[in-house]
């Protein structure tokens, strides 16, 4: 099936520096989106993503659709305590109403004030 | 607006018992999908429902089963539980296709 290979597994920043995560398959998809989770809650959609080379911006965080279809990046700039948690990619295929959400295994960041 | 709700937020079962899970979607989503979170295996999709209707299955034995009411409300019954069923179970409302899903804050199921 299809699958999405998220990296980095987990990140050590210091508060004030900016990060960087992303995802790549091996298959193309119509839609990225990122979320956030925080511990013991559900995932929050960050950025959707629909057009290939799309690139978009929720305050401190930009997101990339990458032109080949296949990958997908997420950038947090300055970075603060309240950013840390698991972050996940997600990607769906298209193909009308079919297909689900494929997600990764997620990037874990941990922010040192 | 409302978010997508849980209900309840936390169980403990025993081996081999049944457990419904309840999902009510934000209002005007059609599409509910159900994942089961796991620290080894992720999310994991189990099934979508649109209209009442199964439209996406995952790869989970028959003993999950799921049903979306006239209301779009949703419920996923999970029967004769085992130890590796102990997950954080997400539903996540979307208006039509799944794209842009708005998770629900989970229930945490323990069997124990």
């Known amino acids: 099936g299809q699958q999405l290979n998220q990296s980095p597994q987990s990140m050590f920043i210091q508060e004030g520096e900016d990060v960087s995560m992303n995802c790549t398959s091996s298959?193309?998809?119509?839609?990225w989106l990122w979320y956030k989770q925080d511990p013991g809650e559900g995932p929050v959609l960050l950025i959707a993503l629909y057009k290939a080379g799309e690139l978009t911006s929720n305050g401190r965080l930009t997101a990339q659709f990458g032109i080949t279809r296949k990958d997908s990046f997420l950038n947090i700039s300055a970075s603060i305590p309240s950013d840390v948690g698991i972050y996940f990619c997600a990607g769906w295929p298209g193909g009308g109403s079919q297909g689900n959400l494929i997600f990764g295994k997620g990037t874990k960041l941990s922010v040192k004030p | 607006k409302a978010g997508v709700t849980q209900t309840p937020r936390y169980l403990i079962k025993t081996r081999g018992q049944q457990v419904t899970l309840s999902c009510s979607p934000i209002?005007?989503?059609?599409?509910v999908s159900w994942y089961q979170q796991t620290p080894g295996q992720g999310l994991q999709f189990l099934f979508e429902?649109?209209?009442?209707?199964?439209?996406n299955k995952g790869n989970f034995p028959g003993r999950f089963s799921g049903r979306q009411f006239s209301n779009s409300r949703s419920e996923m019954n999970v029967s004769t539980l085992e130890l590796g069923d102990s997950a954080l179970y997400l539903c996540?409302?979307?208006?039509?296709?799944?794209?842009?899903?708005?998770f629900g804050q989970g229930t945490r199921l323990t069997v124990v």
């Open positions: 429902y649109f209209s009442e209707t199964q439209r």
């Open positions: 298959s193309i998809f119509n839609t």
């Open positions: 996540a409302s979307s208006l039509e296709l799944v794209t842009e899903a708005f």
């Open positions: 209002s005007g989503h059609r599409s």
